[in-house]
């Protein structure tokens, strides 16, 4: 579906919880009523469509090559998201998603509980985005993961600790 994006956000309150769950390729499953409200959609319009339905054209792939990576092999992910609405508008969120697991240890779901972004947060998170998007259009998505990791060593980070780096920025 293709529709206009506007320079226009929405505003996500500290007391706002936005809720989803979704299976193993993304789907969402479940939407609570805040996410329903942000996002612009009726929830029938988002239930078993993938997440990507949201994902705003600023959004570097590599994050979400990222955020998968960690997920398949079971780790839990934070990670700042700009989300397109169904008119064109945006939210950014710090996303927190989780493996959730069945008693028999196999995946049940992943959920992911979002919460506003800081002022603080966007400051740095945009124009690292922008840098990460501009390298992923100039030469590809692992140029764009190679950026990345160069920017967590430089600020004393690495892969492995990005979900302590996120929540540092957001505070």
Do not use: C
Not at 23 to 42: C, H, M, P, R
Not at 107 to 130: F, G, Q, W
Not at 153 to 170: E, H, P, W, Y
């Amino acid at each position: 579906m293709s529709r206009e994006i506007l320079d226009e956000e929405i505003e996500v309150r500290d007391v706002d919880i936005v809720v989803s769950k979704s299976n193993e390729n993304g789907d969402i499953t479940y939407a609570n009523q805040i996410f329903v409200k942000l996002s612009g959609y009726v929830q029938s319009e988002l239930l078993d469509k993938p997440h990507s339905i949201l994902r705003h054209p600023d959004m570097p792939s590599v994050i979400f090559k990222f955020l998968w990576q960690e997920l398949k092999a079971g780790n839990d992910v934070f990670a700042f998201v700009k989300n397109l609405t169904k008119d064109g508008k945006y939210y950014w969120t710090l996303a927190n998603v989780r493996v959730a697991k069945n008693p028999d240890g196999s995946l049940r779901n992943y959920v992911s509980t979002r919460r506003r972004m800081s002022e603080k947060a966007k400051k740095t998170i945009i124009p690292l985005y922008a840098a990460l998007l501009e390298k992923e259009k100039n030469d590809g998505i692992d140029a764009s993961w190679q950026l990345l990791n160069d920017i967590l060593v430089k600020n004393g980070s690495s892969m492995q600790t990005f979900n302590d780096l996120m929540k540092k920025i957001q505070n």
